[in-house]
């Protein structure tokens, strides 16, 4: 083509323009098709959200988790009268019963933890209300063990 101004001239631009309508068309048709197919996926996205969404654990979820790891201790009783293995109390914990309470928590909570089910409500305080019980807080290894039974969760 020339860029003389008969040759400008003589470009058809009909012919330009109703290429560049039809591209358009195609255009708008593939854009159609793209959001009906991206309205589809978000459908299918919001159901699977809904059916896979974990229930929240209940305070009696999270007390058997307490119990479980304190059977180390000889049960909750156990755990509040030696402080949960802190030196000095009585009875005696063996050594490693703190280690042991952990995987024993650690065991409990992967059974209760298959993805079905989240951690909610106030664990700590559901561990201390348990483990502490009417002891003082003041030097008392179940608050350090009610965290890492938290952060294992």
Not at 31 to 44: P, Q, R, Y
Not at 74 to 100: E, I, L
Not at 105 to 129: M, N, S, W, Y
Request: charged content about 20%; overall charge negative.
């Amino acid at each position: 083509r020339s860029s003389t101004v008969e040759g400008v001239q003589n470009i058809q631009w009909s012919r330009i323009t109703a290429e560049a309508s039809h591209y358009i068309d195609k255009q708008q048709a593939a854009i159609k098709t793209l959001d009906a197919e991206i309205e589809g996926l978000d459908v299918s996205i919001r159901e699977a959200m809904t059916k896979e969404r974990p229930n929240p654990t209940t305070p009696q979820q999270l007390g058997e988790l307490v119990h479980a790891a304190s059977a180390v201790f000889g049960g909750v009783a156990g755990a509040q009268a030696t402080m949960c293995g802190k030196p000095g109390m009585r009875p005696r914990q063996p050594r490693g019963a703190t280690q042991r309470s952990q995987e024993a928590f650690k065991a409990a909570a992967a059974q209760l933890f298959t993805g079905e089910v989240r951690l909610a409500g106030d664990f700590i305080q559901v561990c201390k209300d348990l483990l502490i019980g009417t002891q003082p807080e003041d030097g008392n290894y179940c608050i350090q063990l009610c965290q890492l039974f938290k952060d294992e969760a």
